[in-house]
């Protein structure tokens, strides 16, 4: 069953994969039951896709969704936008190629297990002392939204910092 809210990003979610629904629409079984067990949900609209883990469910009548803010650029969408929410059970990843910078240390990636992840997504992934390192999805096999796992294999490659176009260009050296 799929239902339609109005989306918002907060930064209290943000790098942790997981989703707040405010609404008073009767909800299918797994998405009312949220607190049982582990719930993902499908975020879609435009083409653009991604998934959340369902945190809490409240009602309200403002039938909205609070998302991690990165989730929200994945999407490409502003606070206020509709999304089409669906229910989903994201098979385990075989692999996951993963584009991070070079002072990430590879042995973070492990924060990703259990977190649900899309091919050109862009997230964040705190540090100890809470500062975010920005990674990329590159690819995952299976296609689509998998879940990282402990027994998924995880390609890292370390994404170099180019100069801007000014500085690359060629330099003409004249000598008389």
Known sequence: MQFQLRVYGRADLDGTHRAIVETDQVLPAPLDKATESTVYIKLQRLGRSCACILSDVKH???NILRIDRFKLVT????????????F???????QVWITLPSEFLNRDVVRLVGKP?????KTAVFTLAGEPRIIEVADTKPAGIVLLASTTEILTSNVTKVAPAIFRSPILILVD
């Not at 989903?88 to 075989?94: E, G, T």
């Open 60 to 62: 309200s009548q403002e």
């Open 75 to 86: 999407l490409n969408l502003r606070d206020g936008d509709p999304v089409d929410v669906d």
């Open 88 to 94: 989903i059970d994201p098979p385990v990843a075989d």
């Open 117 to 121: 992840v899309i091919k050109s997504e």
